[in-house]
Antibody, heavy 120, light 103 residues
Framework: EVQLVESGGGLVQPGGSLRLSCVASELSFTNNHWMSWVRQAPGKGLEWLANIKQDGSETHYVDSVRGRFTISRDNAKNSVYLQMSSLRAEDTAVYFC????????????WGQGTLVTVSS | EVVLTQSPATLSLSPGERATLSCRASQSISTYLAWYQQKPGQAPRLLIYDASSRATGIPARFSGSGSGTDFTLTISGLESEDFATYYCQQRGTFGGGTKVEIK
């Protein structure tokens, strides 16, 4: 079974930065698809954050992270990244990557998530 | 920006009963709606896309309907593994979720 595996989460101080990675266990599982990042604060619902086109030429962000977070990808490494900066306490959440089906951000396959805690 | 409102927030039912979950959009979204199931400590799982198409491997007891602004996810005959939280989604927006709990 093909998997998406996130990593890079951890404890970071307010104002700090962190880079999350999402790697597919099978070659080319993600290369021909848009990819998204979604997060879930403790005890809360899902919040879509960003997505990126197959070749990386187009990206979209939710307002709450635009200018602070950057999504990128390296298809040669079957990887998608989320660079997070100027982190705030309210960014504390489990962060999921997901492979997108089609052109309407349908999140078909999900990783298991990585926890980011922003605290001093 | 579309706002998705799910109701009820919590649904208390017994195994074998029928569950009907609602998702209302603040403006017409045609049939561009997906439903996800999430269990505690797990990632969400895609159930339904394009309002009524079941994702790969999803049992037939899950069905979706609706178009425009009003959508429904129906679980016909709840099984123990179906007790979970369900979210609707359109592009970059998720609904607040409906928790289906055991009565």
């Amino acid at each position: 079974e093909v998997q998406l595996v996130e990593s890079g989460g951890g404890l970071v101080q307010p104002g700090g930065s962190l880079r999350l990675s999402c790697v597919a266990s099978e070659l080319s599982f993600t290369n021909n698809h848009w990819m998204s990042w979604v997060r879930q604060a403790p005890g809360k619902g899902l919040e879509w954050l960003a997505n990126i086109k197959q070749d990386g030429s187009e990206t979209h962000y939710v307002d709450s992270v635009r200018g602070r977070f950057t999504i990128s990808r390296d298809n040669a490494k079957n990887s998608v990244y989320l660079q997070m900066s100027s982190l705030r306490a309210e960014d504390t959440a489990v962060y999921f990557c997901a492979r997108v089906r089609g052109n309407y951000n349908i999140l078909e396959y999900w990783g298991q998530g990585t926890l980011v805690t922003v605290s001093s | 920006e579309v706002v998705l409102t799910q109701s009820p927030a919590t649904l208390s039912l017994s195994p074998g009963e029928r569950a009907t979950l609602s998702c209302r959009a603040s403006q017409s979204i045609s049939t561009y709606l997906a439903w996800y199931q999430q269990k505690p400590g797990q990632a969400p799982r895609l159930l339904i896309y394009d309002a009524s198409s079941r994702a790969t491997g999803i049992p037939a007891r899950f069905s979706g309907s609706g178009s425009g602004t009003d959508f429904t996810l129906t679980i016909s005959g709840l099984e123990s593994e179906d007790f979970a939280t369900y979210y609707c989604q359109q592009r970059g927006t998720f609904g607040g979720g409906t928790k289906v709990e055991i009565k």
